[in-house]
């Protein structure tokens, strides 16, 4: 985090120099101020980054500082995985790509750029896949896939902004909307699994609606060796398209 005061109200652009000018990393604070907090996302670990702050007042004067920081090298989990990279010449989406898990037993979730760096990790292990929302909050989920959780929200420093309980348990996926958190949840007690979704209500915490996919899909169907006559469904995802949940 880049602290600091300015003598007139200006915007930040920050700007983190990639290994390449496809893995550069620009983004802009847009509020006017003079007291500036500014998280810096997207820094290389274990080298000396170059981070340029460019300060621009209401008449788009610019004031230009560079600053040189050093982060710690990589955690174990990390270190030890290998990333391959195959590149064609077909369009790249913008941004990182999130993990699911790092190395072969810790679920803390990390993202890596383009060519395979990693520019980002939490240091927490969060056993779902998680939703990344614009740069802006993950929400994540703590405790027993199969029995009660923790939801949380935080920003991408791991502040928690807000937390959520459920009984119902989370084993893959959330999904975030204005109003709502959309769930995969695990526990349909008394005898089956990961065979419904659930929403809680992002103001009152409160679980607003449920579906059940035994009153939809027939049960007794067999879709391979790995399930079982209990988890008959192992559903994993949920998204939302155009107000409606897929």
Excluded: C
């Amino acid at each position: 985090i880049v602290l600091f005061k300015s003598s007139e109200p200006v915007q930040v652009s920050v700007r983190i120099q990639g290994v390449d000018e496809a893995s550069d990393i620009v983004y802009l604070y847009e509020d006017f101020t003079r007291d500036h907090i500014l998280p810096l996302y997207g820094l290389y670990p274990g080298v000396v980054n170059t981070v340029t702050l460019t300060l621009i007042n209401a008449t788009s004067q610019k004031l230009v500082k560079t600053l040189l920081i050093e982060t710690d090298h990589l955690p174990p989990d990390l270190a030890m995985n290998q990333l391959s990279i195959t590149k064609s010449n077909l369009p790249i989406s913008p941004g990182f790509t999130f993990s699911y898990r790092n190395g072969f037993s810790s679920t803390a979730k990390s993202a890596f750029d383009l060519n395979g760096d990693y520019r980002w990790y939490l240091t927490k292990n969060y056993h779902t896949s998680g939703s990344y929302d614009s740069g802006r909050r993950l929400v994540l989920s703590l405790g027993d896939p199969y029995g009660p959780i923790i939801v949380v929200e935080m920003n991408y420093l791991g502040k928690v902004l807000k937390a959520y309980y459920s009984p119902y348990g989370n084993h893959h996926d959330i999904t975030l909307t204005e109003s709502s958190l959309i769930i995969t949840g695990s526990d349909n007690a008394p005898n089956t699994i990961e065979d419904f979704v659930y929403a809680i209500d992002r103001n009152s915490g409160d679980v607003t609606q449920r579906l059940s996919y035994l009153g939809i899909l027939d049960r007794t169907r067999h879709s391979g060796y790995f399930y079982s006559n209990k988890d008959w469904m192992h559903r994993t995802s949920v998204r939302e398209y155009e107000g409606d949940l897929i």
